[in-house]
C-alpha cells in the first residue's frame, strides 16, 4: 500500500461505487495483487463494504466518510446521543424564533460546547478543524428524536431555566459571525493553536493584496503552530516539517521575485495550510476524545482516514517540490537554516 494507492482507490470508488478489482485495476494502472491488498485491508478496517453476488465481489466506501450518524462511525451512549439530540432540537427551535434561518453547524456546536461546559454533562466532544465538536454531526434538514424525562433526569427536572438559558445563548451568538463565534470560543478556552489558525485564514483571505510582511507573518505564525504539534502525537512530526519547510520556501522566492504572482502565492499557501491542518485536526481530534473512547477504538475510526489525510498532504508537497525546488531555496539561506536547526526541523 505504497505510494497514492490507498488515496487513489477511495477516490475512485467514491466517484465509481461498486466497482470490482479488475475495474479498478485497469483505471488507475495498479497491479490486481495491490489493489486486492488495499481492498482487504479497507474492508478489514471497515473503511469500504464488500458486496458478493453470483461469485463476484465489489466494493462500495462505508459511511466512514460521510458522517452521516457519527464522526468516524464511533461508538455513542443512549444517554449521550439523547441528550445532544435535545439540544440540537432546542437550539434550533430558538434560532428560528429568533433569526430568519437556520442555525449554521458551527454556532450550533460551540453552543453545545457552552452548555456542556456548563452544566459538566460529559458529553463526547472533541477539538475538530474549527474548533469543539460533538461527535455527532449536526444536519438542519433532519429531526433528532429524544426522550424528554431523560434529559429532565440529567438537569435535575429544571428543564424550563435550561431552555431560557439555551435562549439567552442563542440570541447573544446569532449576530456573530462564523469567524467571531470561533475566535470567541478560541479566546474563552485560551486555545492558542486554533486562534494562530485563525491568524493564518484572516491574512489569507482578507481583501487587500498579500504582501512581503503578510508571508513573513503567515511563516513566523506557522512556526508557533509547530511547536503545538509536539504535544499532540508524534506522527505529525515529518508533516509538520515538511509544511514549514513549504511555508519558509514560498516565502523566500516570494521575497526574491518580485515578478511572483501573488494571486498563486495566496492559493499555494492555502492549500499546503489546509492540507496540513487537516492532517493536525484529526490527531487533534483524536487525542482529544481519547478520555471518551478507548485506544482501539480511537484507532479504528481514525487511522484509516489519517493516512488518507496525509497522502493527499505529500501529493501536494510533492507538486510544490517540482514547482518551486522548494528545498533549494531553503537550503540557500543561512538564517532559515539557524532557525530551522533550532527547531529541529530538517
Given at each position: 500500500m505504497?505510494?497514492?494507492s490507498?488515496?487513489?482507490?477511495?477516490?475512485f470508488?467514491?466517484k465509481?461505487?461498486?466497482?470490482?478489482?479488475q475495474?479498478?485495476?485497469?483505471n488507475?494502472?495498479?497491479?490486481?495483487?495491490?489493489?486486492?491488498?488495499?481492498?482487504d485491508?479497507?474492508?478489514?478496517?471497515?473503511?469500504?463494504?464488500?458486496?458478493?453476488?453470483n461469485?463476484?465481489?465489489?466494493?462500495n466506501?462505508s459511511n466512514?466518510f460521510?458522517?452521516?450518524?457519527i464522526?468516524?462511525?464511533?461508538p455513542?451512549?443512549?444517554?449521550?446521543?439523547?441528550?445532544?439530540?435535545?439540544?440540537?432540537?432546542?437550539?434550533?427551535?430558538?434560532?428560528?424564533?429568533?433569526?430568519?434561518?437556520?442555525?449554521?453547524?458551527?454556532?450550533?456546536?460551540?453552543?453545545?460546547?457552552?452548555?456542556n461546559?456548563?452544566?459538566?454533562?460529559?458529553?463526547?466532544?472533541?477539538?475538530?478543524?474549527?474548533?469543539?465538536?460533538s461527535?455527532?454531526?449536526?444536519?438542519?434538514?433532519?429531526?433528532?428524536?429524544?426522550?424528554i424525562n431523560?434529559?429532565?433526569?440529567?438537569?435535575?427536572?429544571?428543564i424550563?431555566?435550561?431552555?431560557?438559558?439555551?435562549?439567552?445563548?442563542?440570541?447573544?451568538?446569532?449576530?456573530?459571525?462564523?469567524?467571531?463565534?470561533?475566535?470567541?470560543?478560541?479566546?474563552l478556552?485560551?486555545?492558542?493553536?486554533?486562534?494562530?489558525?485563525?491568524?493564518?485564514n484572516?491574512?489569507?483571505y482578507?481583501d487587500?493584496k498579500?504582501?512581503?510582511?503578510?508571508?513573513?507573518?503567515?511563516?513566523n505564525?506557522?512556526?508557533?503552530?509547530?511547536?503545538?504539534?509536539?504535544?499532540?502525537?508524534?506522527?505529525?512530526n515529518d508533516?509538520?516539517?515538511?509544511?514549514?519547510?513549504?511555508?519558509?520556501?514560498?516565502?523566500?522566492?516570494?521575497?526574491?521575485n518580485?515578478?511572483?504572482?501573488?494571486?498563486?502565492?495566496?492559493?499555494?499557501?492555502?492549500?499546503?495550510?489546509?492540507?496540513?491542518?487537516n492532517?493536525?485536526?484529526?490527531?487533534?481530534?483524536?487525542?482529544?476524545?481519547?478520555?471518551?473512547?478507548?485506544?482501539?477504538?480511537?484507532?479504528?475510526?481514525?487511522?484509516?482516514k489519517?493516512?488518507?489525510t496525509?497522502?493527499?498532504?505529500?501529493?501536494m508537497?510533492?507538486?510544490?517540490?517540482?514547482?518551486?525546488?522548494?528545498k533549494?531555496?531553503?537550503?540557500?539561506?543561512?538564517l532559515?537554516?539557524?532557525?530551522?536547526?533550532k527547531?529541529?526541523?530538517?
Amino acid at each position: 500500500m505504497k505510494d497514492y494507492s490507498v488515496t487513489l482507490i477511495i477516490k475512485f470508488l467514491s466517484k465509481h461505487p461498486n466497482s470490482n478489482i479488475q475495474i479498478i485495476s485497469n483505471n488507475l494502472k495498479i497491479s490486481r495483487d495491490t489493489v486486492k491488498s488495499v481492498l482487504d485491508s479497507l474492508h478489514k478496517n471497515k473503511i469500504v463494504i464488500l458486496n458478493e453476488n453470483n461469485n463476484l465481489k465489489t466494493y462500495n466506501l462505508s459511511n466512514i466518510f460521510s458522517h452521516n450518524s457519527i464522526y468516524f462511525n464511533l461508538p455513542i451512549s443512549k444517554r449521550n446521543k439523547n441528550i445532544i439530540n435535545y439540544l440540537f432540537m432546542t437550539i434550533k427551535k430558538y434560532w428560528l424564533k429568533h433569526n430568519s434561518g437556520y442555525p449554521p453547524k458551527t454556532h450550533m456546536q460551540k453552543i453545545i460546547f457552552d452548555i456542556n461546559k456548563t452544566h459538566n454533562l460529559n458529553l463526547p466532544i472533541g477539538w475538530y478543524k474549527y474548533g469543539a465538536i460533538s461527535v455527532v454531526p449536526y444536519n438542519k434538514h433532519t429531526t433528532y428524536t429524544y426522550d424528554i424525562n431523560l434529559v429532565k433526569k440529567e438537569f435535575n427536572k429544571y428543564i424550563d431555566s435550561v431552555d431560557k438559558e439555551i435562549e439567552n445563548i442563542v440570541k447573544d451568538v446569532s449576530i456573530l459571525s462564523l469567524h467571531d463565534i470561533k475566535k470567541r470560543q478560541y479566546e474563552l478556552e485560551n486555545n492558542e493553536l486554533y486562534l494562530n489558525s485563525l491568524k493564518i485564514n484572516d491574512i489569507l483571505y482578507k481583501d487587500d493584496k498579500l504582501s512581503l510582511v503578510d508571508s513573513n507573518n503567515i511563516k513566523n505564525i506557522s512556526r508557533k503552530i509547530i511547536r503545538e504539534t509536539m504535544y499532540i502525537d508524534d506522527g505529525l512530526n515529518d508533516f509538520a516539517n515538511k509544511f514549514y519547510e513549504t511555508i519558509v520556501g514560498i516565502s523566500l522566492i516570494y521575497k526574491n521575485n518580485t515578478n511572483f504572482s501573488e494571486i498563486n502565492l495566496r492559493k499555494d499557501i492555502s492549500n499546503i495550510f489546509d492540507s496540513f491542518w487537516n492532517i493536525l485536526s484529526l490527531y487533534n481530534f483524536k487525542k482529544t476524545l481519547d478520555k471518551f473512547y478507548t485506544k482501539e477504538q480511537l484507532d479504528n475510526a481514525f487511522n484509516i482516514k489519517i493516512e488518507y489525510t496525509k497522502d493527499y498532504f505529500l501529493e501536494m508537497y510533492s507538486e510544490f517540490q517540482d514547482k518551486y525546488v522548494v528545498k533549494d531555496m531553503y537550503a540557500n539561506d543561512p538564517l532559515i537554516i539557524d532557525l530551522i536547526n533550532k527547531l529541529d526541523i530538517n
